[in-house]
């Protein structure tokens, strides 16, 4: 019913800066909540930023001050500004994303962020 595709990961020195974008397309659910979590081996996926329908966000205290979550809801796509990278961001970055009127959560396939000199 809803499908999140991500892109915009990569390769990035410390101190650089990435993109991430994730396209969204629901049937018949008008989305509301979406974020970004991330996760690296052995450890649990952990909540990077959200954002509600009404553009409130909420970010995780490593990543804030350097990291803006914004959305279009127009072209349906959510966005992840990161800047100032650190290795220690490293991780595979999900998309998800909730509707309207149901508990039900939808997640994209993942995209690599590596930050390494």
């Known amino acids: 019913q809803v499908q999140l595709v991500e892109s915009g990961g990569g390769l990035v020195q410390p101190g650089g800066s990435l993109r991430l974008s994730c396209a969204a397309s629901s049937s018949i659910f008008t989305i509301s909540r979406m974020g970004w979590y991330r996760q690296v081996p052995e450890k649990q996926r952990e909540l990077v930023a959200v954002?509600?329908?009404?553009?409130?966000?909420n970010y995780a205290d490593s990543v804030k001050g350097r990291f803006t979550i914004s959305r279009d809801n127009a072209k349906k796509t959510l966005y992840l500004q990161m800047d100032s990278l650190k290795p220690e961001d490293t991780a595979v970055y999900y998309c998800?994303?909730?509707?309207?009127?149901?508990?039900?959560?939808?997640w994209g396939q993942g995209t690599q962020v590596t930050v390494s000199s």
């Open positions: 954002i509600a329908d009404g553009g409130s966000t």
């Open positions: 998800y994303a909730r509707v309207f009127f149901r508990r039900d959560e939808y």
